[in-house]
């Protein structure tokens, strides 16, 4: 599998279903909606992502749309902060009362976020029946070559320490931790330009 197409708000009702079904395993992702996985709000949520990260991202997904990644380009990995307030009420659909997990989250993510010039992988998902055929390396793929070409870094907060291993194919080395409290470790992942 190695075509990459860029998604618009069309196809953000297919490829946050299949986010939500890839991420219903996540320690970190399940920790944020307040400790259980509920596949319809995690759509909610990726769908806020994804509504997000096409203002000011790059939303890549496969052909089929069974997998998606969402990238922010050097300098745009903050959300504006109108862009957060229009969110809100889909945000706050999503996570309920995982929102003050959610926020806390965030912010010790943003505190420990590169200041240098670099792409950001913010999600990264496969639904698990598509697993293991290619689509999430020709999603990574586009944009490392870009970095490489732009002469720019990559990072990444990986949620699975069985992922971590997979960004390293990549190139991505482990720069540091987030510890969540009383939750899950993410890895902060680090890959410079080749």
């Known amino acids: 599998m190695s075509e990459v197409a860029k998604a618009d708000v069309a196809d953000l009702p297919a490829i946050t ?23 319809r709000r995690a759509t909610l949520a990726f769908e806020m992502l994804g509504r997000n990260m096409l203002d000011h991202g790059l939303v890549l ?12 380009p050097p300098g745009k990995w903050k959300v504006p902060p109108l862009t957060i307030i229009r969110t809100l009420p889909l945000t706050l659909r ?25 792409y950001y992988l913010e999600v990264l998902g496969t639904d698990p029946v598509q697993q293991g055929h290619g689509y999430g390396a020709a999603l ?5 070559s870009r970095a490489d070409e732009e ?7 990986s949620s699975k320490d069985t992922n ?24 902060r992942m680090w890959r410079d330009p080749r």
């Open 94 to 118: 999503a996570y309920k009362f995982g929102i003050f997990r959610a926020l806390g989250a965030l912010g010790r993510m943003e505190k420990l976020h590169p200041q240098e010039p670099h």
């Open 17 to 39: 279903a299949s986010l939500a079904r890839a991420f219903s395993d996540d320690p970190v992702f399940v920790y944020l909606m307040g400790g259980t996985f509920d596949e």
């Open 140 to 144: 990574m793929n586009e944009i490392l």
């Open 151 to 157: 002469r720019v870094g990559a990072y990444l907060e």
């Open 164 to 187: 971590v291993p997979y960004y390293r194919r990549f190139g991505f080395e482990v720069v540091g931790e987030i510890h969540h409290p009383n939750g899950p470790t993410m890895w």
């Open 61 to 72: 997904m496969t052909p089929d749309r069974k997998a998606a990644a969402f990238w922010s």
